[in-house]
């Protein structure tokens, strides 16, 4: 009887440490000494050194940083607007606006890559931040679209009613009652954007321009090229960066609010 | 009667909020998408950009043998991915569902991490295990499984390892989420009417874990078509997915018009596979998407 229950708990346990496997790689090898991934030459952290010396790194990181912020930051307001209205509104059109909208992420990243690349050089708009904000802004915004919707959803309208009652008016009552009570909503959506745009690799590949390089970006093209534990510390660096982001926002996004 | 008032003054400016998702939608995203359709049937310009002429040609294209093969292969790669996602992925998440509740929210994170982190890190340490003389070649040789290095980087495997290995967390996700709502009450009144194991399994199990199944091979095979990057860091570019092949036409070849063309061709796909979904589950959103 032993052996069938403890079974599962081999098979969960071995997938998880291959899941983890590849990571734990990188961010050990991102303390290696030698150059070559095939030796162990001991610990060292140069390579991260070597990461905030590196201009051409340091460039890349703060266009991530600018392109994460403002595409998260329009999606904020995109969707949070947009979800708040389309709670009420009865346009026959909702259902497959709602539909469209939420595409971005629905189909292969590359269709979205390759529509946008077209699609922007038709409008003749200069590739680079513009390009790649619109872009991001897209797979962005149903993120927190979905997410505050699901959250009005469950909301009391009682308290907004009460609100109205009282002589409050449209405005008043949304910035009084619904905002703090769907902020939560908001915030969580809003940094699950920034992490998907800061790990963004196959949208911005397309709608880059040539001066214009993400992190994802840099590490792409030294993957093809050549490798050196410089993009271990980077990668390790940005793991870290995300897995504080994807804390956040679940920690934020479960907190209830009265 | 004021408050009649108040709520017909709230429904004229209600199209305020809805306006910019509006805009947004139907300017960067319906847009593009027409005029991808658009340019699909545009010819290719002698030396550089498009010319509005009408044809079919680009989509007669696909069906030349380089392009058809590509095509084929790669859905072969998809379907394959998926089967085996299915395969270990199933276990995974019908186990998951069955842990202490506790042990689920912190299985639950675990899956989730490597889901966000950078898929392009998490490749890259499949480069290091897989290369010549690597750590998966040193393990091997260690315990005299083999004498030489395998040479698993840049080869199909190491494709299909990767496809898996990236898409394994929507296949757990989609299986736990349906597995957790299961009632096992007809699983043990299955076994206790003299249904084996296997029966109960087959008969009750899968069909009530079908909604989870399925949405776990849509949320898999849709994307894994387009994983141009996995192909390049993994296959050396040996290994051509649809996804490269749109991507090549659009940087290297530079024929847009075809480029649409297979997109189009994917899109059409992907839309038929979501609909077959809705069909059979008539569930509107996909189980474990978020």
Not at chain 2, 117 to 123: F, G, P, S, W
Not at chain 2, 213 to 222: D, T
Not at chain 2, 228 to 249: A, C, H, P, Y
């Amino acid at each position: 009887m032993k052996n069938k229950t403890r079974l599962p708990h081999l098979y969960l346990a071995l997938l998880m440490i291959i899941m983890y496997l590849p990571i734990v790689v990188v961010i050990i090898y991102s303390f290696n000494v030698s150059k070559q991934s095939t030796i162990w030459g001991g610990w060292t952290i140069n390579w991260y050194k070597e990461v905030f010396r590196d201009s051409s790194l340091i460039e890349a990181l703060k266009n991530s940083l600018v392109l994460g912020l403002l595409s998260c930051s329009i999606a904020g307001l995109i969707g949070t607007i947009g979800a708040v209205g389309m709670v009420k509104a009865t346009y026959k059109s909702k259902g497959l606006v709602e539909y469209i909208s939420t595409l971005p992420i629905m189909i292969p990243e590359i269709i979205l890559g390759m529509v946008f690349m077209v699609f922007f050089s038709l409008l003749r708009l200069p590739f680079g931040m513009i390009t790649l904000v619109i872009g991001h802004a897209s797979f962005c915004i149903p993120y927190v679209f979905m997410m505050v919707k699901a959250r009005l959803v469950g909301i009391d309208k009682s308290y907004i009613e009460a609100a109205k009652d009282l002589g409050a008016t449209e405005v008043r009552a949304f910035l009084d009652i619904t905002l703090p009570l769907i902020s939560p909503a908001i915030v969580s959506g809003m940094l699950l954007a920034f992490a998907m745009s800061l790990d963004d690799v196959v949208i911005s590949i397309f709608v880059t321009g040539a001066k214009t390089n993400t992190l994802p970006i840099k590490i792409y093209t030294q993957l093809k090229t050549g490798i050196t534990p410089k993009i271990n510390a980077l990668s390790t660096l940005m793991l870290l960066g995300t897995l504080i982001l994807v804390i956040l926002s679940n920690v934020i996004g479960k907190r209830k609010r009265v | 009667m004021e408050k009649k008032e108040k709520k017909k003054k709230s429904k004229s400016k209600l199209w305020m909020t809805v306006a910019p998702l509006y805009i947004f939608t139907i300017l960067f995203v319906v847009g593009p998408l027409i005029y991808m359709l658009n340019l699909s049937f545009m010819t290719r310009a002698e030396v550089w950009g498009v010319v509005k002429k009408f044809t079919f040609d680009n989509y007669l294209k696909i069906f030349e043998p380089v392009y058809l093969d590509t095509f084929i292969e790669s859905l072969k790669l998809s379907l394959a991915t998926t089967l085996i996602t299915l395969v270990v992925g199933y276990p995974f998440g019908y186990f998951m569902a069955k842990l202490s509740a506790k042990w689920k929210k912190i299985m639950m994170l675990l899956v989730v991490v490597p889901f966000w982190t950078n898929a392009l890190i998490r490749m890259y340490g499949w480069i290091i295990i897989f290369r010549s003389n690597g750590l998966l070649d040193k393990a091997l040789i260690g315990i005299g499984m083999t004498e030489k290095p395998l040479k698993l980087l840049y080869s199909y495997p190491a494709v299909l390892v990767g496809m898996v290995y990236s898409l394994l967390p929507f296949m757990i996700l989609a299986i736990y989420s349906v597995a957790e709502k299961m009632d096992w009450s007809y699983i043990e009144a299955a076994r206790d009417l003299g249904a084996s194991r296997l029966q109960a399994f087959l008969t009750i199990t899968v069909k009530l874990t079908l909604p989870g199944i399925l949405s776990g091979v849509v949320l898999v095979f849709i994307p894994s078509m387009g994983l141009f990057f996995i192909s390049d860091i993994l296959g050396g570019g040996k290994i051509m997915l649809v996804g490269n092949l749109i991507r090549d036409q659009l940087f290297t070849t530079r024929d847009w018009p075809f480029a649409a063309a297979l997109s189009v061709v994917l899109m059409i796909l992907t839309s038929l596979i979501i609909m077959l979904y809705r069909k059979i589950t008539h569930v509107r959103d996909l189980e474990g998407i978020l």
